[in-house]
């Protein structure tokens, strides 16, 4: 007797087909959140770098790679820049006065303009120290205590805490690869010659963890496990502008619903690709902070398997015209939350 797996289509018997594909990180945390959104990420070919949301572009990185070391050379570095553009500003200054009592004031604006450069690269420096003696407050400020290693369950953990218990900050250069699965976590923490500990960054939305960070959490131990030769018994979800973490554990709950999403998304994949099968939308409200469906103009076009794709109006927004990724491509209007303003508003 056939039944509906999860993702919404047939699964003989419960057991699920073998795998058949090699699939992103990425795009598998995608397709947990919401299958929709995993055909998108699919067919978008966008690179994984450990970020959740690719689609916000390159990011800052801030102090994260930073420890008492770095934040002590990094702070005696700024020091002797703003001391050298001191220096030259103090002569510069001396040559717009020698140069307005002797010329004209108009000869002396133009004598002006390096102490105008040299005033603009020593505020630079002066800003650099201030954010650098702040951030590292924060980082003496953070409790100095033991982590475990094996834990059970999903808890909450201060990054500082993290890097104060031993562990180095790398960034991996290239994507770990293995027969199902390629992906690179934003950063690894290391510690020893033992412990491999990728980590996640999440740019918006709230401070929790959802199916979609524990299936990629999972994804990303094991391939750090089988590539780097490590253990990873946890992974780390990151939030943007904060320091707070949380510990996600590589746990035989986690890698089995890894595998059992592995196979649901090839099952989809396949369908779609055969049949045109479309995944069912979701019926609760992921749609409504979801970027696929936010409303953008149309001077950004739809470009999937490297294909533009027609844009499909959206209707009752004014006399603006409104589009979505994830309407263009199933035909749909996404009940996003700017839609649904935008509506709204033109009502009003």
């Known amino acids: 007797m056939n039944r509906k797996s999860d993702f919404g289509i047939p699964s003989t018997d419960g057991r699920f087909s073998p795998?058949?594909?090699?699939?992103?990180?990425h795009t598998l945390s995608e397709f947990v959140f919401c299958p929709r959104a995993g055909v998108?990420?699919?067919?978008?070919q966008r690179q994984d770098d450990g970020e959740e949301d690719v689609a916000l572009g390159p990011k800052l990185d801030g102090f994260f790679d930073y420890d008492e070391r770095m934040f002590a050379e990094r702070l005696s570095a700024e020091w002797s820049r703003s001391r050298l553009w001191l220096t030259l500003l103090a002569p510069s200054l001396l040559l717009i006065y020698v140069v307005w009592r002797l010329a004209?004031?108009?000869a002396a604006v133009v004598a002006a303009l390096p102490s105008l450069y040299f005033a603009a690269r020593l505020w630079e420096s002066l800003s650099a120290i201030m954010s650098l003696v702040r951030e590292r407050a924060v980082f003496n400020a953070a409790s100095t205590a033991a982590v475990d290693m094996n834990p059970n369950q999903i808890c909450e953990i201060n990054w500082w805490t993290l890097r104060k218990a031993g562990f180095e900050c790398a960034r991996p250069r290239d994507a770990y690869v293995d027969e199902d699965m390629k992906g690179r976590p934003w950063r690894l923490l290391v510690k020893d010659t033992q412990w491999r500990i990728p980590v996640i960054r999440k740019h918006r939305g709230e401070k929790k963890c959802g199916p979609q960070h524990v299936v990629r959490a999972a994804?990303?131990?094991r391939l750090v496990e089988t590539c780097e030769g490590g253990r990873a018994p946890f992974a780390i979800l990151l939030f943007a502008d904060s320091y707070d973490a949380i510990?996600?554990?590589?746990s035989p709950n986690a890698q089995a619903m890894l595998d059992r999403s592995l196979r649901e998304m090839d099952d989809v994949l396949t369908a779609f690709e055969?049949?045109?099968l479309q995944p069912a939308p979701p019926t609760d409200q992921r749609c409504r902070g979801c970027h696929w469906g936010q409303p953008t103009s149309f001077k950004k076009e739809t470009v999937l398997n490297g294909v533009p794709v027609p844009p499909l109006r959206i209707e009752g927004t004014g006399s603006a015209d409104y589009h979505s990724c994830c309407g263009d491509r199933f035909q749909w209007v996404a009940p996003h939350e700017s839609t649904i303003a935008l509506r709204a508003a033109n009502r009003g």
């Not at 998108?40 to 978008?44: A, D, G, P, Q, R």
Request: hydrophobic share 25%; aromatic share 4%; with cysteine.
């Open 19 to 25: 795998r058949r594909r090699s699939v992103g990180v």
């Open 40 to 44: 998108l990420s699919s067919e978008s």
């Open 104 to 106: 004209t004031p108009s």
């Open 219 to 221: 994804a990303y131990c």
């Open 247 to 250: 510990v996600i554990p590589n």
């Open 274 to 276: 055969r049949t045109r």
